[in-house]
């Protein structure tokens, strides 16, 4: 076996964490020993790797590897805040820095927009914030100048939010300087999720809102899920932690979304 190169033997956990499932995007399965030679690990440590992502919803565990998680299944809320956490992190400082004073703002569930609310509630902005998340109303609620309008509707424990006709036509009421949403997946057709619910409060963001953002770690490029909620044409930016693969970047410049990548 060839020695591994300078570039493989630094890779990180979270590194190796995103292109294992870059590699599960293209392939739909991994096996351990593969993984321990691509990325120069032992098998004990390509092992755990795929546990941990097991853990955290983002495959199923297979003897001797994993498999692609299904299309219309997707990890709680409190599970994918598990995976990635550093650079969701900075996706979110990040996203932050794209809010002015006195901004109404429309935020969406999810991990990420949640660790935005975070950092947001920090930064004490006099804002005005609409949100189906109740993470995110918690974090934005002891901030003094922010005042938080939280949407009716049916209560899903696992996404820490709520849907249904009641929230989208509750959005409905407002309009909103920016949204700033999650996704599943992003590819060169556009974002997509594994729920219709929550796909529904995506579209009702955007659609009132002057400018829409879209907040996803490098997980989720190239990643294609059950619904699709938009083209990438209707995103005025993506906040993200690395520079997308090559046709993405294409596509993301053809549609003229601003790139705001993250960095270290």
């Not at 120069?40 to 590897?65: I, K, N, Q, S």
């Not at 849907?163 to 949204?179: E, Q, S, V």
């Not at 995103?235 to 410049?253: E, F, N, Q, S």
């Amino acid at each position: 076996m060839p020695p591994a190169s300078p570039e493989r033997s630094r890779l990180s956990q979270p590194e190796r964490h995103a292109q294992i499932l870059a590699l599960l995007r293209r392939d739909g399965v991994v096996r351990i020993a593969t993984l321990a030679r691509t990325f120069d690990v032992t098998t004990e440590t390509a092992r755990r790797d795929l546990d941990l992502l097991a853990e955290a919803g983002e495959l199923h565990r297979t003897y001797g590897g994993g498999a692609s998680r299904s299309l219309i299944d997707e990890p709680g809320i409190g599970m994918r805040g598990l995976v990635h956490p550093a650079e969701r992190t900075r996706i979110a400082a990040a996203a932050a820095s794209l809010v002015a004073n006195g901004d109404a703002l429309m935020i969406d569930a999810g991990s990420t927009t949640s660790l935005f609310a975070a950092e947001l509630a920090a930064r004490n902005l006099h804002l005005t914030v609409v949100t189906n998340c109740l993470p995110v109303a918690t974090a934005l609620g002891v901030a003094e100048r922010c005042r938080v309008v939280l949407c009716p509707g049916n209560y899903v424990a696992r996404e820490g939010g709520v849907f249904g006709p009641d929230a989208t036509a509750f959005l409905r009421r407002f309009r909103a300087n920016k949204a700033f949403i999650g996704a599943g997946g992003l590819d060169a057709e556009g974002l997509s999720d594994a729920d219709s619910a929550g796909c529904a409060i995506k579209r009702s963001m955007i659609e009132l809102a002057e400018q829409a953002y879209l907040l996803a770690d490098s997980s989720k490029f190239d990643a294609i899920q059950f619904e699709r909620v938009a083209p990438l044409a209707v995103l005025d930016g993506l906040v993200t932690d690395r520079t997308p693969p090559r046709r993405l970047t294409a596509a993301l410049r053809r549609a003229k979304v601003a790139m705001t990548v993250a960095r270290r």
